[in-house]
């Protein structure tokens, strides 16, 4: 059952992003409530804005320190619509109801890492707005909490399709975030309080620090919810478009770490994947280039997927992309006259990518526990390979062999890639057979008109079997690069010398499930 949403709290700390969410709710004729510098924003954005000191008829005190902590405020926010005597007694204390809470905390740990005075950031442990949070989310079933500005385009998309209202779902699951951020702020400040007190101590209290939650619209699919535990924002910029979706959010996972291969000192590079797996990688003189021979790879796989690039995007590149449809493009930085050509298509997301040091570790759900192992952080190039036939690798085979590792280190298991030096001709992904993965990968690149005389061919592990070179050389297929380990890569070495084939081995995996 849908409860509309006639009455809203607004006091944040951060403003930007907020403006579409301002005039939905001015849209729909929703009463605000602010406080200070909150208060002359939504003014400044035409929203009539009723004073929390006029709801309370108590000044803030106190330099600001107590503004909202008022049992107008909370009776508003706490008072349980479904129960007879709590409304009753709401009207007889002349308390409003609040159907809506939004607010952000001071930035305490942004204060901390400034290296601000101690008395600096004791002013930032905030009181009123995380107890705010709290009585929201606390009663989720009449009002939604809405606890960082990450959440601002997700909370207007989710209101505009639903006509400024909300499911009790939406409201629990806002909840869940609120008390996640609101844990995750108060585990910062124990934490400042046990390093300040433990100064001279080695030894200090643990304490186990959470992220902060964002709820997405769905998870994999419609019927699972969702919810990413993150600062994307210390990640990304978002630019433009809609709210990153958990498939989004998946395949941008893998084409951040597919880019790392590529580093931004070299040569233009643009990758494009769908579910996880790149169906186009280049690398050119220029990104432009990069990204046309990047499309040729599967233009069909290439709509609707998420791209990535090294470098800024200018003008002709983004006159190119702007011909296709993607979910997600992602970039170091946008030139002026590149942003408003792509930021034409309203819900294409454009994120802008910081530098950031990612964790070390991989952990994912399984069974009834998890599991964790280190990144795979190796890559392999000339320096690794080890020449085991009469043939050796031409200077041009060296480069597409470590381009062709690069792809096939990031693409599902089984998995055979097809390359030249700077550009992916073909992959076969997540086949449960070996033979069919270079199949598929021999019959992709045909489909779209590649000579596979000359390229390359990498595998993500071992050939059990000699069968696969065949077919490779059959193909035209010159180098190999695999990890060997076979009781039988001798069948597969004799088969190349056999074919006039070179390969080359490294002596490390890839599997990738």
Known sequence: MLQPIRSALVSVYYKDRLEPLVALLKEHGVTLYSTGGTQQFLEEQGAEVTAVESLTGFPAVFGGRVKTLHPKVFGGILH???????????????????DLVIVDLYPFEETVA??????????????????????????????????????????TELLGQKNCATDLEDRRQYAAAAFAATAHYDTAIGQFFSNSSTATNNKKPETKNE?????????ENPHQSGTFHGDLAALFDQLHGKQLSYNNLVDVDAAVLLMQEFQVEGPAACAILKHTNACGVAQAATLQEAYLNALACDPVSAFGGVIIVNKPVDAATAAELNKLFFEVLIAPEFEADALPVLQSKKNRILLRQK??????????????????????RATEGAANFCTVTESAPTTDEVAALEFALKVCKHTKSNTIVLARAGQLLASGVGQTSRVDALRQAIDKAKSFNFDLKGAVMASDAFFPFPDCVDIAGEAGIRAVVQPGGSIKDQDSIDACNRLGMAMVLTGVRHFKH
């Open 80 to 98: 349980r619509r479904h129960e007879p005597a709590d409304l009753a007694e709401a009207e007889r204390h002349q308390i409003p109801p609040i």
């Open 355 to 376: 530098p950031v040091e990612f964790p070390a570790k991989q952990i994912k759900t399984l069974l009834n526990g998890i599991i964790e192992q280190d990144f795979d």
């Open 114 to 155: 400034s290296g601000a005075p101690e008395a600096d950031i004791i002013e930032k442990i905030d009181i009123g707005g995380i107890s705010l949070l709290r009585a929201a989310a606390k009663n989720f079933r009449d009002v939604l909490v809405v606890s960082s500005r990450d959440q601002y385009q997700a909370v």
């Open 211 to 219: 992220q902060p939650a964002t709820p997405l619209r769905y998870g």
